[in-house]
């Protein structure tokens, strides 16, 4: 069984301002997959990322960046110079990869970036 | 290329009527899934179809929701008699493969059990 837990409920900045949300996960197999998704006002959740157990690169893209650290179990989601466009709810998720495909979630954080 | 579409967006209904929802994966897509998310609470996984065949079911509630794949293409949600419990935002998604791969989620319906 697996758990993620985002202790972030809700989060405010400026726009502009950096801003990292938090994921912690539990899990007991050796391979295993992390998610972040994001869902924007209009309701859908868009991928951003997939990272493998055995992969701790970190990441960027553009603004955003993932830092995957086994030690503490954890994969942190920073956005750099956060803008208006960014506030959503974001979701951490993770998925064993073998005989059970199903994605667990956190409850999510909800993001806002005020002009 | 069309992503996964939900039917409807929303829906209200009395508790012990009939609902049913549909969901038509990103074509090409075997995989299909549908989660649940009750206010306040995590997404929750309900069941996986690959292809027709549902593959794990694991996170169905109880008899009341019975999900069907027919000919392998769209699915349906079905929850007779619905409960107020039962009110939530249920999501489906769809993949090529599974296991470790991204799935791609539709906007959801809302269902609201009065």
């Known amino acids: 069984a697996q758990k993620v837990t985002q202790a972030q409920t809700e989060i405010s900045v400026v726009e502009k301002e950096d801003v990292t949300l938090d994921c912690v996960y539990e899990?007991?197999?050796?391979?295993?997959?992390l998610f972040w998704y994001k869902q924007p006002p209009s309701g859908e959740l868009v991928f951003l990322i997939r990272?493998?157990?055995?992969?701790?690169q970190n990441e960027i893209s553009g603004r955003y960046s993932w830092n995957f650290q086994k030690s503490t179990s954890s994969f942190n989601f920073t956005i750099t110079a956060s803008q208006v466009v960014d506030s959503a709810v974001y979701f951490c998720?993770?998925?064993?990869?073998?005989?059970?495909?199903?994605?667990?979630f956190g409850k999510g954080t909800k993001l806002s970036v005020i002009p | 290329e069309a992503g996964v579409t939900q039917f409807p967006s929303h829906s209200v209904i009395e508790k012990g009527q009939t609902v049913t929802l549909r969901c038509d994966p990103i074509?090409?897509?075997?995989?299909l899934y549908w989660y649940r998310r009750v206010m306040g609470k995590e997404i929750k996984f309900l069941l996986h179809?690959?292809?027709?065949?549902?593959?794990?079911e694991s996170g169905m509630p109880n008899n009341r929701f019975l999900a069907e794949r027919t000919g392998g293409t769209y699915s349906t949600l079905k929850v007779q008699p619905a409960e107020l419990e039962d009110s939530g935002v249920y999501f489906c998604?769809?993949?090529?493969?599974?296991?470790?791969?991204?799935?791609?989620f539709g906007p959801g319906t809302r269902l609201t059990v009065t």
């Open positions: 990272r493998n157990s055995f992969d701790e």
């Open positions: 998720a993770a998925d064993s990869g073998a005989g059970s495909y199903q994605l667990t």
């Open positions: 179809f690959v292809k027709e065949s549902k593959q794990d």
């Open positions: 074509s090409g897509h075997d995989n």
């Open positions: 998604a769809s993949s090529p493969g599974a296991g470790g791969v991204e799935q791609y």
């Open positions: 899990t007991r197999d050796t391979t295993y997959y």
